[in-house]
């Protein structure tokens, strides 16, 4: 990480990235957000993995968290509210060499995005989609969001959500081509790094729910995960997230979980609905899914003598 | 015995669908088109895929028009009619396809026809095509194929080619060569199977129908220069290779999806990757992305797709995102008539997004141009940085004519990925005061980073909620639309400079409006057209071209209304869209006349249309 190699011997760089190379203009979220813990995560993760800056591209909707982009030093698409995923699908689809991110909000994906959701699943594209799921709608005033608890109290339900919260790893799980699938909070620094850093090295596409915290509108959601840890589950195994020894500890509950098992992925997800036990750790990952970048980035070397010859013989088959 | 000679026939064949009549015309066009014809097709598409047989609403087939000059358009009443039932028959007299003496080559195997009720039901049918003024000939077309096939249905098209190919006086060795190029890849036996219908064909009408004889003299007006025959949609598909896009993102719909069929079997070829989206949406936003990225990208759709892709547009108009847009319009509002044709999305396209979204607009007016423009609007949307509409409608999409061979060469090609170092003291939007033009940085460009945004934005693509700022940028954006207009070109005017009216056409009534003057030009009328291609921005000089004629009327396939309607007054009329448009752009008193009857309009409908608001306009100035 800092150019030495094995051998002590001084790799020569010709640029070299530090923090400030990765650092956009100055995050505008309100203090206390759980997105700015996010943020800094991902300036890291590329900062270690001395990526040049403008090959990554950070791509998002419309929300607070879709924010991202602009605080980011890379490259970025701020797209429109839902489009996050087929926006970075077309980005990645012939520029298989850019590194793109995916910032989305629990109402960008999961709501008025939920159809392209579930097609970027499927499509698996290699790239990191992180979830911002604070619960709410933040950037438009509190209202009611798909993964919003029942009886939450919100600008548009003022009696109360009065639906169940839609579960959005149960949901991830079950799309055919799924082939990472995480979960974490905020507020745990190693465990979020360890987990974006994992998505990020992961060929495909890495779908990280973050539940994350909007003091200023849900204060109390996320309060009592972090006052009680008793209602998350940290998933361990030597081919998931590593943990280190003192995060372990912070979590009273604890299960081994293989990363390749979906049936037991989808049995630990279905328990954040029905026993409120929230799973934090690789639900599931599978390095073997055909990604569709890779079809879609097929002919990109194609030269123009190339074009030209294919247009050519298209028109003799008109030809009088 | 001499054929006849002729100097254009319009054919039609009407069957069931799934009877082949299609491939049938259009083999018969090829042959046409080959021997240096003017050749137009026209498929007669009914609404479901499997509709009911011996009904009115399946009529399925196509219309042929050949003649000895270019031929533009459909033309008006068919001559010559093969039919494989009767009841088909009905639909097309309904859109008044035929006139009195259309000749009715008719399948006669209905009259034998187990079922009593059919048998009577084709008596009626035959006695009102008569009464009607139908040249109605009933022939054992069924019974001679059944010696050479056990199955008709199967092969009866190519018996029907024959048939054609003698009746107009085609190289029957180029039928057959045509046949076997038409199934090329199929087994030989189908080959010789087909190639003996065709013979079959040909000698029953030489020995049935000896009195249709036709000689159609080849084009005087013939260009040297190598011609190729497709459909509009085909030729986008040709005109998105030849402008070294990358990529075709789309969703299905009719009419443009065959557009993109056609693309996914060639477009490998030449590195391009169609992606069929789970929406329209995603259509657009995955194309955006792409170029955005520094692929060159198209979306083809028709109206309901570009109804979902609006917000997507105005993202592109906004963070000034490179994007072709092909909208092959069909009949509208709502699913409307999907297979038909209708000029309705000019206004949406102009204002359909929220806000100012200034955009370039194209109609092509031609199948050549279908492809051509395409290979324009590609590299406007490059120089200009702005998604680019281009127009067409089911009228090409399905349309077939010979058209010139564009020959192809690198400046069409878009350039290659470009990621040299960006120079970072340049901002993201480098804005040109006068012209509004800039040069957009790409990602993997080493300090050309930026956020491209859809939010009001500064030159360096920063966030910015500042008036100024945002009144700066919308000036930016609109001026582009300037800078082009500056380099255009006022659109030909066909016929004289000034005189008593002035037509303007946009899109495929091209040919129809052409000949519809030029035959009232014939009878001394003084009268003249223009067709635009560029929409947005308009062809400049309009103003100045207006003022030479005494009346100036737009002719479209949208609606309009009717000013002698009940209700309708100066005040509250509805406009035709290019008429509107012009009004207010010109300050002219454009009048419009315009339908939604989803079919082409026919030279003679407008002819007739445009006598008569001559007359009324030679009555009011007492000529
Ligand atoms: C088409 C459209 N509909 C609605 C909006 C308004 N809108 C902006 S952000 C948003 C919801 C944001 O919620 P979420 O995605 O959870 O992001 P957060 O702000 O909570 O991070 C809505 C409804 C919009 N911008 N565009
Ligand atoms: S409203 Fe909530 S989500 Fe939005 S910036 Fe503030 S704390 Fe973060
Ligand atoms: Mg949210």
């Given amino acids: 990480m800092f150019g030495i190699k094995a051998d002590w011997s001084l790799d020569i760089q010709e640029r070299y990235f530090t923090l400030d190379d990765y650092e956009g203009n100055e995050a505008r979220w309100c203090s206390g957000c759980g997105d700015h813990a996010v943020l800094a995560t991902a300036h890291r993760i590329l900062r270690d993995a001395q990526l040049p800056p403008e090959k990554s591209v950070f791509v998002s909707g419309i929300g607070c968290s879709s924010r991202m982009p602009h605080y980011m030093a890379t490259y970025g698409l701020h797209g429109i509210h839902g489009r996050a995923l087929p926006l970075a699908c077309g980005v990645k689809s012939r520029r298989p060499d850019l590194d793109v991110w995916v910032a989305t909000g629990d109402g960008d994906c999961y709501s008025i995005g939920a159809g392209h959701w579930i097609h970027a699943v499927r499509y698996n594209m290699d790239m990191t989609v992180l979830i911002f799921d604070n619960q709410i709608y933040g950037l438009t005033k509190k209202q009611t969001s798909p993964t919003s608890p029942i009886e939450l109290k919100t600008n548009t339900h003022p009696e109360g959500a009065s639906l169940d919260a839609m579960n959005p790893n149960t949901v991830t799980l079950g799309i055919t081509n799924a082939s990472f699938v995480a979960q974490v909070v905020d507020w745990n620094p190693p465990l979020l790094h360890e987990t974006l850093k994992a998505a990020h090295a992961h060929k495909g596409a890495s779908f990280v729910r973050i539940i994350q915290r909007c003091p200023v509108f849900v204060d109390s959601i996320t309060k009592e995960l972090q006052e009680d840890a008793s209602r998350l589950r940290l998933l361990t195994h030597e081919n998931g997230i590593p943990v280190a020894k003192g995060v372990e500890k912070l979590f009273p509950d604890s299960v081994e979980h293989d990363p390749s098992d979906m049936a037991g992925a989808l049995r630990i997800a279905r328990d954040e609905t029905e026993k409120g036990i929230i799973p934090v750790g690789l639900l599931y990952q599978n390095q073997n899914i055909p990604c569709y970048s890779d079809l879609s980035g097929q002919g990109v070397e194609t030269t123009d003598e190339e074009k030209i010859a294919a247009t050519n013989a298209a028109l003799d088959v008109f030809a009088i | ?529 223009i067709h635009l291609r560029f929409l947005s921005p308009l062809e400049p000089g309009l103003t100045e071209i207006f003022s030479q004629f005494k009346k100036v009327i737009t002719i479209e396939v949208n609606y309009s209304d009717d000013i002698n309607a009940p209700m309708i007054t100066t005040e509250n009329r509805r406009y035709a869209q290019l008429a509107m448009v012009l009004r207010v752009q010109t300050l002219a008193d454009v009048d419009c006349w315009s339908a939604v009857y989803g079919h082409p309009l026919q030279p003679e409908m407008i002819g007739n249309v445009l006598q008569e608001r001559l007359n009324q306009l030679n009555k009011k100035t007492g000529e």
């Fill in chain 2, 1 to 529: 015995m001499q054929p006849q000679t002729k100097q254009e026939h319009i054919v039609e064949i009407v069957s069931d669908s799934g009877e082949g009549a299609q491939k049938c015309g259009q083999t018969f066009g090829t042959i046409s088109a080959k021997m240096g014809n003017g050749v137009w097709t026209v498929e007669i598409i009914p609404a479901e895929i499997q509709p009911p047989a011996r009904t009115p609403s399946g009529a399925s087939g196509i219309r042929i028009r050949l003649g000895s000059k270019e031929i533009t358009n459909v033309g008006n009443e068919g001559d010559l009619v093969v039919a494989f039932n009767e009841q088909v028959l009905y639909s097309r007299i309904a859109n008044g396809a035929y006139k009195e003496g259309t000749v009715v080559l008719l399948d006669n195997r209905w009259e034998s026809d187990r079922s009593t009720e059919i048998q009577q039901m084709y008596k009626k049918a035959v006695a009102e095509f008569r009464d009607h003024g139908l040249v109605v000939h009933e022939l054992p077309i069924h019974e001679a194929c059944l010696k050479v096939v056990k199955d008709p249905r199967k092969g009866k098209n190519m018996f029907v080619l024959g048939m054609l190919c003698r009746i107009y006086n085609r190289d029957k060795e180029m039928g057959r060569n045509e046949i076997a190029l038409t199934f090329a890849g199929k087994a030989e036996k189908i080959i010789t199977s087909n190639q003996k219908l065709f013979d079959a064909g040909y000698q029953f009408a030489a020995e049935q129908l000896g009195e249709y004889f036709f000689e159609i003299p080849t084009r005087e007006d013939r260009s040297d220069s190598p011609m190729v025959v497709t459909n509009g949609n085909t030729a986008v598909g040709l005109g998105v290779m030849a402008s070294g896009m990358e990529l075709v993102s789309m969703y299905p719909i009719t009419p443009a999806t065959s557009a993109s069929h056609y693309l996914a079997d060639v477009f490998p070829a030449a590195g391009g990757f169609v992606h069929q989206a789970e929406d329209e949406i995603a259509a657009i936003a995955f194309a955006i992305g792409a170029s955005y990225a520094g692929k060159t990208a198209c979306t083809i759709t028709s109206g309901p797709g570009m109804a979902l892709k609006t917000e997507n547009i105005a993202l592109a108009v906004m963070a000034e995102v490179p994007l072709v847009i092909v909208n092959v319009q069909r009949g509208g509002p709502s699913t409307g008539l999907p297979t038909k044709i209708e000029q309705g999305d000019l206004l949406s396209a102009l204002y359909g997004e929220p806000g100012d979204a200034p955009k370039i607009i194209l109609a092509a007016a031609t199948i050549a141009e279908c492809c051509s423009m395409v290979v324009l609007a590609r590299k406007l949307a490059e120089s200009f940085r702005t998604p680019v509409i281009v127009l067409t409608d089911a009228n090409l999409a399905t349309g077939v004519q010979p058209w010139e061979r564009p020959e192809l060469s690198r400046d069409m090609l878009a350039p290659p990925l470009d990621q040299s170092e960006w120079n970072s003291d340049i901002p993201a939007y480098d804005w040109d005061e006068k012209t509004g033009l800039s040069q957009r940085p790409i990602p993997g460009m080493p300090n050309g980073e930026y956020v491209l945004t859809g939010l009001s934005h500064t030159k360096q693509s920063k966030v910015s909620y500042e008036s100024a700022e945002n009144q700066y940028s919308a000036t930016m954006r609109s001026r582009k639309l300037a800078t082009l207009q500056s380099t255009l070109t006022p659109p030909n005017i066909h016929g004289d400079e000034s005189g008593d009216m002035l037509v303007v056409g946009w899109g495929s009534t091209f040919g129809a409006i052409e000949e519809a003057v030029d035959n009232l030009r014939t009878t001394g009328e003084k009268i003249s057209s």
